[in-house]
């Protein structure tokens, strides 16, 4: 099912978002995602933050906009702080600033199946990582139990059919702080995702 606008507004409640198609945990999932203008301009030229998560850990153990003594991190931070590239952070005088943040915020993670029991476990191998959210075909019988499976795992479910699609479980929406170094780095791809191809808003409905 490509999503459209009324789809995405059913499910996020705005279509003043964009997407992008990716593969994330070994799952095709659609990314709903808000540009943020200023972080995406400190990403000019191809500007890449990288996989490693260790460089995430440490960004996100700095406040943002703040000087910070280098003295105060831990071992493990000051050993990874001088990989972090220089656009991502300002140091001075033995102290530290982070001005780099995520440069999407990301809404939803949205998967597709025709079976919602693989499409909600591909959602639940994915981690807390972003709010998730499983589309499937009508449910019929399986509605009741697919409905409590998926509210335990805090992922979102819905149906699609006639045109529309019917929000049935709400996903949870915040992401814990074990798993925001994580998000980040998703976040990260989902922006070199939609710059390297042709991000999209949703298409109106025809």
């Keep these: 099912m ?7 507004r059913t499910l996020v409640g705005s279509v003043d978002v964009r997407t992008v198609d990716l593969c994330v945990g070994g799952s095709a999932v659609t990314a ?28 996100q153990a700095l406040p943002l906009g703040e000087w910070v003594p280098v003295d105060a991190l831990t071992e493990r931070e000051r050993r990874i702080l001088p990989a972090l590239p220089a656009w991502t952070r300002s140091r001075r005088n033995r102290r530290v600033r982070r001005i780099a943040d995520a440069p999407v915020r990301l809404d939803l993670l949205v998967i597709q199946g025709k079976g919602w029991l693989d499409a909600l476990d591909r959602a639940c191998a994915l981690g807390p990582v ?7 075909p009508p449910l019929g019988e399986d509605r009741q139990r697919a409905c409590w499976e998926a509210d335990y795992y805090g992922v979102g479910l819905a149906e ?30 989902v922006h070199r995702a939609a710059e390297e191809g042709e991000p999209s808003s949703p298409a109106p409905a025809q």
């Design 2 to 8: 490509e999503l459209r606008s009324h789809h995405v």
């Design 32 to 59: 709903v995602y808000r540009p943020v203008e200023e972080q995406g301009r400190l990403r000019a030229g191809g500007r890449v933050l990288g996989p490693r998560l260790g460089l995430y850990q440490v960004l």
């Design 130 to 136: 972003a709010p998730r959210t499983v589309v499937c």
């Design 160 to 189: 699609h059919g006639g045109g529309g699609v019917r929000v049935l479980v709400r996903p949870r929406t915040g992401v814990p702080e074990s798993a925001a170094a994580l998000h980040w780095r998703l976040a990260e791809r």
